[in-house]
């Protein structure tokens, strides 16, 4: 049993030890990639407008500009890890947002055809905004600089 165990809490201690390590992989990854989807939007307003507008949304304008923006300074805000929860929590939105008008038949889809639901384009951002909101920017970020700062 004492082998055992000493496994397991070497397992456990690898694994938290590999926490601040993915974290910051999906921080790069993803904040690069909302990034990339904001400055899209950016260069193309007119279509992002008639899109939103399309869909029903209030003040198409309004919001696609708010979105385009959103993602591209949100991407660049995680990506370095600075305001890494608070960005998280309105990509959190955005993507449940997105879910609602853009993809409804694949969240409605959720729990009968899982696979249209995770096929979905806003799934992987979602689930990468839902990591950082969860669990925190990681060691590797301003945000954790910060924090141990403070509490010096």
Same mark, same amino acid.
Do not use: C, H
């Given at each position: 049993?004492?082998?055992?165990?000493?496994?397991?809490?070497?397992?456990?201690?690898?694994?938290?030890?590999?926490?601040?390590?993915?974290?910051?992989?999906?921080?790069?990854?993803?904040?690069?990639?909302?990034?990339?989807?904001?400055?899209?939007?950016?260069?193309?307003?007119?279509?992002?407008?008639?899109?939103?507008?399309? =869909?029903? @949304?209030?003040?198409?304008?309004?919001?696609? +500009?708010?979105? &385009?923006?959103?993602? %591209?300074?949100?991407?660049? $805000? *995680?990506?370095?890890?600075?305001?890494?929860?608070?960005?998280?929590?309105?990509?959190?939105?955005?993507?449940?947002?997105?879910?609602?008008?853009?993809?409804?038949?694949?969240? =409605?889809? @959720?729990?009968?055809?899982?696979?249209?639901? +995770?096929?979905? &384009?806003?799934?992987? %951002?979602?689930?990468?905004? $839902? *990591?950082?909101?969860?669990?925190?920017?990681?060691?590797?970020?301003?945000?954790?600089?910060?924090?141990?700062?403070?509490?010096?």
């Amino acid at each position: 049993m004492p082998l055992i165990r000493k496994l397991y809490e070497l397992l456990i201690a690898s694994g938290n030890s590999l926490q601040s390590v993915l974290l910051l992989a999906v921080r790069l990854y993803w904040g690069w990639q909302f990034i990339q989807t904001g400055w899209g939007k950016l260069g193309d307003m007119n279509k992002v407008v008639g899109f939103f507008t399309s =869909l029903g @949304i209030p003040f198409p304008a309004l919001n696609a +500009y708010f979105v &385009a923006g959103l993602e %591209f300074a949100g991407g660049a $805000l *995680l990506l370095v890890g600075l305001g890494s929860r608070l960005i998280a929590l309105l990509f959190t939105a955005d993507m449940l947002v997105a879910y609602v008008t853009a993809d409804r038949e694949a969240l =409605l889809s @959720i729990l009968s055809s899982p696979d249209k639901f +995770y096929a979905a &384009a806003p799934y992987t %951002f979602l689930f990468a905004s $839902l *990591l950082v909101l969860v669990f925190g920017p990681g060691r590797f970020s301003i945000d954790y600089l910060i924090g141990r700062r403070l509490k010096a």
